[in-house]
């Protein structure tokens, strides 16, 4: 399973046309103007064309990372070893001080994270999962997905 998080990019709609030209919007998303002004809207078809490439398994290395319709998505699979290395095109989650976790889900995170530091592969499929006990598919898939962070 490959997971991304993708940056649509904005489009001209009716809805973005108000918010350019509304009272309301020129004052709570005064910047939107600007990504017309300086023709970086996308059509509606990019989008939809990046998760039909993203879809088609030839960027599978970059999957848990932040892709955008303004990336060369060849030169992100060319470099997927440093961007792996580097963490680059990366989420990341940091959580307010004293804020409390279960036990049992910081048990599984660690285990997530530590299959991502000694670089767990993607191997296997779902289905060889379920030949395991609850508890051991659900680390395994963590392992898997190194989404923690």
Same mark, same amino acid.
């Given at each position: 399973?490959?997971?991304?998080?993708? !940056?649509?990019?904005?489009?001209? $709609?009716?809805?973005? =046309?108000?918010?350019?030209?509304?009272? *309301?919007?020129?004052?709570?998303?005064?910047? #939107?103007?600007?990504?017309? $002004?300086? *023709?970086?809207?996308?059509?509606?078809?990019?989008? !939809?064309? +990046?998760?039909?490439? +993203? &879809?088609?398994?030839?960027? &599978?290395?970059?999957? !848990?990372? @932040?892709? $955008?319709?303004? &990336?060369?998505?060849?030169? %992100?699979?060319?470099?997927?070893?440093?961007?792996?290395?580097?963490? +680059? @095109?990366? #989420?990341?989650?940091? *959580?307010?001080? !004293?804020?409390?976790?279960?036990?049992?889900?910081?048990? %599984?995170?660690?285990?997530?994270?530590?299959?991502? =530091?000694?670089?767990?592969?993607?191997?296997?499929? #779902? /289905?060889?999962?379920?030949?395991?006990?609850?508890? /051991?598919?659900?680390? =395994?898939? +963590?392992?898997?997905?190194?989404?923690?962070?």
């Amino acid at each position: 399973m490959q997971v991304f998080a993708i !940056g649509p990019g904005t489009t001209r $709609t009716a809805m973005s =046309e108000h918010s350019v030209t509304s009272e *309301k919007g020129r004052r709570w998303i005064p910047w #939107l103007g600007l990504i017309f $002004t300086e *023709k970086l809207e996308v059509s509606m078809e990019r989008p !939809g064309q +990046l998760a039909v490439d +993203l &879809d088609s398994r030839r960027a &599978d290395a970059l999957s !848990g990372r @932040y892709v $955008t319709v303004f &990336d060369d998505l060849d030169a %992100l699979v060319l470099g997927a070893a440093e961007i792996e290395r580097e963490g +680059l @095109y990366s #989420l990341c989650v940091r *959580k307010v001080t !004293g804020a409390r976790t279960p036990a049992a889900l910081t048990a %599984l995170l660690s285990t997530g994270e530590r299959c991502r =530091e000694e670089g767990s592969a993607l191997h296997g499929h #779902l /289905a060889g999962m379920s030949l395991m006990s609850p508890e /051991a598919g659900f680390r =395994e898939l +963590l392992c898997q997905l190194s989404v923690i962070s």
